[in-house]
């Protein structure tokens, strides 16, 4: 089962890497028109699922509050990831976006009251540093936005994922959670789209179309990824994706990124590394102190 998690965190990252890549490719287009056709497809997929699966679209009124702040902060978060893959390069764009998970642990601290590891701290500390270096503030607010944008982008994701967190705790249906979001999105970011609407030509028209159903595979996939294997087994491979990217980049757009940039993935990655570890290592001494409990009760 855990071999079958890896392949579709793999495939996830492939479709994340690809909606960047198809993102970049539709051209000078409004950010808001590119996260609206990404949101779009995902809303589509949802309401059939939900309806193939007989599925109601009824919320209980407790966990309407945390589907609002999961909907705002995703769309924030999606917005945000969008100008970046404007404007940095792939692989910069999207491993600010992995910055996430640093940032649900944080957001997990202050709303569902979580304890953190000083492991945790560390690895939250090491992660900033990382996308400092990437981001390489300056006194041009020109040059240092897009990526303070990306790296806005990632913490609102972190939201976003401890909402759902709660949501999961909750037994609220995930393919429930998805539709909320996207559809919520629509509604919000649509105004947008009608006054800013610029026209496209077919090949862009094609482009976004590639790029919703890219972003839909990947979250279909990863969905399927963390049903066969817990998230501490096979979290580390979801970085599978900036590879993927940075090879998109090379390849496509000639991007080369500088060497800060490489040295704060290198020092996120660790960091991720580090904290993935951890948690093995700790359900193998959970597992081994549980076996030799057992063996002293026989």
């Not at 960047?20 to 059939?48: C, E, H, V």
């Not at 309806?51 to 945390?66: A, G, L, R």
């Not at 249906?173 to 030509?201: D, E, H, L, R, Y």
């Amino acid at each position: 089962m855990k071999k079958k998690g890896i392949l579709f965190i793999l495939l996830a990252g492939v479709g994340f890497a690809s909606m960047t890549l198809f993102s970049r490719l539709s051209g000078d287009l409004p950010t808001m028109q590119k996260a609206f056709f990404r949101n779009l497809f995902a809303t589509f997929i949802a309401s059939i699922t939900l309806i193939k699966n007989k599925q109601d679209f009824k919320y209980e009124k407790s966990s309407i509050p945390f589907l609002l702040i999961r909907s705002i902060c995703g769309t924030m978060g999606i917005v945000c990831n969008f100008y970046a893959i404007d404007h940095l390069v792939l692989s910069d764009a999207n491993i600010l976006n992995k910055l996430s998970p640093f940032a649900a642990v944080i957001f997990s601290i202050i709303f569902l009251k979580e304890r953190a590891s000083l492991t945790q701290f560390l690895t939250l500390l090491g992660a900033f540093m990382g996308a400092v270096l990437i981001i390489q503030p300056s006194l041009s607010f020109h040059e240092f936005a897009p990526g303070m944008i990306g790296l806005t982008g990632g913490i609102m994701a972190g939201a976003a994922y401890t909402a759902v967190r709660y949501l999961g705790q909750k037994q609220v249906n995930g393919m429930k959670i998805v539709f909320f979001f996207s559809a919520f999105s629509c509604i919000v970011i649509f105004p947008f789209v009608i006054t800013q609407f610029k026209p496209m030509a077919p090949m862009q028209w094609l482009f976004l179309t590639l790029c919703g159903i890219s972003a839909t595979i990947g979250q279909i996939c990863i969905t399927k990824a963390y049903t066969y294997a817990p998230a501490k087994e096979i979290s580390i491979y979801d970085y599978f994706q900036i590879l993927v990217s940075a090879v998109y980049g090379f390849i496509i757009f000639q991007q080369k990124p500088n060497n800060l940039s490489i040295l704060g993935y290198l020092l996120i990655f660790a960091m991720s590394f580090i904290n993935w570890s951890k948690s093995k290592n700790k359900e193998f001494c959970k597992q081994n102190s549980s076996a030799t409990a057992v063996l002293r009760s026989n």
